[in-house]
């Protein structure tokens, strides 16, 4: 019953910037971490960043610096700014969150259907 729908993705020239949201159907706060996860042609999925309900933060080698999640109580929101695109960055861009644990090993109970960010050189 729980849905997550991502957005904000779409084609971009190298050194520029994307904001994705994932909106939650039910509160964020019921949520014990959010997170994303990308997955690139031919490659596995891969941690991307997360931020647990304590506010706490992780990002992947690969995005850090460039990167930065943030969340809305209110708005039963989490958001990830994309800074600094790189070519390698593209990919299918998913949303997770999990009850009780974290998302960082194989992302969480729910997931969104993505959405594609691209990045041309």
């Known amino acids: 019953q729980v849905q997550l729908v991502e957005s904000g993705g779409g084609l971009v020239q190298a050194g520029g910037s994307l904001r994705l949201s994932c909106a939650a159907s039910?509160?964020?706060?019921?949520?014990?971490?959010m997170g994303w996860f990308r997955q690139a042609p031919g490659k596995q999925r891969e941690f991307i960043a997360g931020?647990?309900?304590?506010?706490?933060?992780n990002y992947a080698d690969s995005v850090k610096d460039r990167f930065k999640i943030s969340r809305d109580n209110a708005k039963n929101s989490v958001y990830l700014q994309m800074n600094s695109l790189k070519p390698e960055d593209t990919a299918v861009y998913f949303c997770?969150?999990?009850?009780?644990?974290?998302?960082?090993?194989?992302?969480?109970?729910?997931w969104g259907r993505g959405t594609q960010v691209t990045v041309s050189p």
């Open positions: 931020i647990m309900r304590g506010g706490d933060t």
């Open positions: 039910i509160s964020i706060f019921d949520f014990n971490a």
């Open positions: 997770t969150a999990d009850i009780y644990g974290g998302i960082r090993v194989s992302g969480g109970d729910y």
